[in-house]
């Protein structure tokens, strides 16, 4: 999905403490039911705590610390928040 | 395992006192203490198994409280219960059909909000729910408050505090289940509801499935799983509904595709009226531990600097602690032993002592050898799990792994291969799929362990004196390189389009608990013992058999008949059917390729027949010796644990098959190169 206003980016690049609220989550059944269960939902906040140019993000949603896949977070839609 | 101890269960003892025990189902997410709480209640009154025809691990204990008995049951760490994994499957079913009398639902005091994600499914199941809120000591060392009587206000639910490594808050926890069974608590939980914007899609579901829902489904519940999607009880209800019931669900679905969103959207709402009202959040931009060790540990560079560091420690430890002992246990136990055997069969007919000593004793030896290497892997991977470092292992290598169509999360196993495959293959469980955890299990006995890197070590120096060092890390390089192209291949053929999504727990950092550590590497010892033990035992006496019939002597034996059968097949790796007999023998113990060759050329293991065999041998025939050695089929403790692991003789024959393709088919490559080169 691409993004659509200026705010709204992939969660893949948001950089190392930035802040963001999910808008959506992507396609595949499982994978939603997943990222859910670990706190991604539409309208959650997220920070991001780590994002190096290769490998898996590190993202707090709701408290919990998750690694993610850049796969996977290229699909994540979320709308910039400033501090 | 001998359980001398009364309150130890047997399937019998459950059946009979049945009337009397409390059913009690331990249920919360992964990484919540759930397992040290139920070691901590149980001790070593546990039976662990496999659910059935499943591959993950049922434990059940039993325990007295205060005169009245408990029967424990850990259900598998789950995130949700919507039916996507077997552990989500097996966990709810049992909750649903076997009906504990309490579910006990670990929580995460220093995670509560992600942690309750699974508890607003447990409320809306038909058992009653006290909360463990663990992990009070992680909670403070994070600067988080959480006030356990607000949350059970506003949860409606009976909430424990809890320190499970500390042994802390188990008495109330008892007190708590005793009152619940007893209906005198009094309070009354309050269930999520599905978000706003879908009330009226759930109201029309609900009216339509109305006296359908089969027991011991909730009706509320069975609504909102179809809302869900949740495709076992849409099967269900499919076949259940007049076809005109039906029809008013299913355009209401199709409506409302998003529904899954709202249910747990609600679910979140749920849980954050009771995270504002219970817990007291730390200053923004203070940093916690987990968030500074997590800058170096989960660092692309230092990261990897970090793992290298701790895996080379493993190896220092597994020969500073592991090797002596392995040597102690061989001469002290099992040279005894035998002695002892040897002395009191000594008027025994020569088969006897034949069948006891090299049979049965041989088998025996490996076992016990194989221990000491084991205990310490299985202590270090329980210690690297409890302190939440192997999360950060699988993170860093995550990128490397993916090549294969893999995780981080299979990289320690396969790395602990290069000590022993036997916990390789038993460490594949910690993959997430079915797909990345066979895809473990085939690719393990690619990674030279140490048996076969001593093989390597014997031979080489004689066949390419001060090459050798090249040749070996050559041989070592090709093996690895050989894994990464089956990994490849693999992923992209059997297990295609398999690979799940990454998405994984970074768990805080703990201090580890001792006795979580010490059961597991009890548990997983035994079980080798139990079952792998075994069938090396039969191996063992099998190969001794072919090694020693019909006449006493190897060199005409039914094992070098093989041999010579197989010759034809080993000439193409420039192999006579002596060097084909050493690597079928290698399939007992891989040490025992050198023992066999050994005995062959008459000659003890010692520097004397290296150089015999390289006098006798080409430079190219000893190269195809050792890379097949490096390739061929697992050895039988190997192969008895890919059978256990993989729950499928299918699978692993299908390892052997490979195993043998692939040896054979680089095994003749390498010979063909070798002769090419004039070697």
Request: glycine letters at 10%; a negative charge; proline letters at 4%.
């Amino acid at each position: 999905m691409q993004p659509t206003t200026l705010n709204q980016t992939r969660l893949l690049d948001l950089q190392a403490g930035e802040r963001g609220l999910v808008i959506s989550l992507g396609s595949g059944k499982q994978l939603i039911s997943r990222l859910t269960a670990l706190g991604f939902t539409p309208g959650g906040e997220l920070v991001v705590n780590q994002n190096y140019a290769h490998g898996p993000l590190i993202v707090t949603v709701r408290g919990g610390r998750v690694a993610i896949g850049r796969g996977e977070a290229a699909a994540i839609l979320v709308e910039r928040r400033d501090e | 395992m001998s359980c001398h101890s009364d309150t130890a269960t047997s399937p019998a003892l459950d059946v009979e006192n049945a009337q009397r025990t409390t059913l009690i189902a331990l249920a919360g997410q992964p990484n919540m203490g759930k397992s040290t709480l139920f070691n901590l209640l149980t001790g070593l009154n546990q039976h662990v198994g496999n659910w059935a025809g499943k591959t993950v691990e049922r434990r059940e204990g039993s325990l007295t409280h205060d005169g009245q008995r408990f029967t424990l049951v850990d259900l598998p760490g789950t995130y949700s219960l919507t039916a996507n994994s077997a552990e989500e499957r097996i966990a709810r079913d049992f909750i649903l059909h076997e009906q504990p009398d309490v579910v006990i639902a670990v929580v995460n005091a220093a995670n509560l909000e992600r942690s309750l994600y699974l508890l607003a499914e447990l409320v809306s199941l038909p058992a009653p729910v006290v909360v463990a809120l663990n992990m009070m000591d992680v909670a403070r060392q994070e600067n988080i408050l959480v006030e356990p009587e607000v949350l059970e206000a506003a949860l409606g639910l009976p909430v424990i505090p809890m320190t499970a490594t500390r042994a802390e808050g188990v008495r109330e926890l008892f007190a708590a289940v005793q009152e619940t069974l007893a209906g005198r608590r009094g309070l009354v939980a309050r269930l999520p509801e599905i978000r706003e914007d879908h009330r009226e899609s759930l109201r029309v579901v609900l009216e339509a499935v109305q006296g359908y829902v089969p027991a011991p489904y909730p009706t509320a519940w069975a609504a909102t799983k179809l809302l869900e999607g949740d495709e076992e009880i849409t099967q269900q209800m499919r076949a259940l509904l007049p076809a005109e019931r039906w029809e008013r669900v299913h355009q209401e679905l199709m409506a409302h595709e998003d529904a899954f969103l709202a249910v747990a959207t609600g679910r979140y709402e749920w849980i954050g009226r009771l995270v504002r009202a219970a817990v007291v959040r730390p200053r923004v931009g203070q940093i916690g531990l987990t968030e500074r060790l997590d800058r170096w540990a989960a660092h692309p560079f230092w990261g990897l600097v970090i793992l290298a560091a701790i895996l080379g420690g493993v190896f220092w430890m597994t020969f500073q602690i592991g090797a002596p002992l392995q040597e102690w246990l061989d001469t002290q136990i099992i040279g005894r032993v035998s002695g002892w055997l040897a002395a009191a069969l000594v008027s025994a007919p020569l088969w006897v002592q034949g069948l006891v000593l090299d049979g049965v004793m041989g088998g025996v030896g490996t076992v016990v050898t194989f221990l000491p290497i084991l205990v310490i892997f299985f202590a270090v991977l329980g210690l690297l799990e409890d302190v939440g470092y192997m999360a950060r292992a699988a993170y860093v290598m995550d990128r490397f792994m993916h090549l294969m169509g893999m995780h981080g999360k299979s990289f320690l196993p396969l790395f602990l291969g290069f000590g022993c495959n036997v916990p390789a293959v038993m460490g594949a469980r910690v993959a997430d799929s079915r797909a990345a955890q066979l895809l473990t299990i085939l690719l393990a006995p690619l990674v030279p362990c140490t048996a076969r890197l001593g093989v390597l070590a014997f031979l080489a120096p004689a066949f390419f004196g001060a090459a050798a060092a090249w040749v070996s890390w050559g041989l070592v390089m090709l093996s690895l390189g050989v894994l990464v192209l089956v990994g490849v291949v693999m992923s992209r053929t059997v297990f295609r389009g398999q690979r799940s999504a990454f998405v994984m727990e970074m768990p805080l950092y703990h201090i580890p608990n001792l006795r979580t550590i010490g059961l597991l590497v009890w548990q997983r010892s035994l079980s080798f013992l139990e079952k792998a033990g075994t069938t090396i035992l039969v191996f063992s006496v099998v190969v001794w058999a072919l090694a020693a019939l019909p006449g006493g002597d190897l060199e005409n034996s039914w094992l070098a008949g093989l041999g010579r059968w197989f010759e034809p097949v080993g000439l193409w790796m420039g192999l006579d059917w002596r060097l084909t007999v050493a690597l079928l023998a290698s399939f007992f113990a891989k040490e025992n390729s050198i023992a066999t060759l050994g005995v062959l050329f008459g000659s003890a293991e010692d520097a004397g027949l290296a150089s015999t065999l390289a006098g006798i041998y080409s430079p190219a025939s000893g190269l195809a010796f050792l890379t097949v050695s490096l390739l061929f089929i697992p050895c039988a403790a190997t192969v008895a644990v890919i059978r256990q692991e993989s729950g499928s003789w299918h699978w692993t024959l299908f390892s052997v098959a490979l195993t043998l393709a692939i040896s054979l088919a680089v095994g003749a490559g390498v010979y063909a190169l070798a002769v090419w080169g004039g070697l």
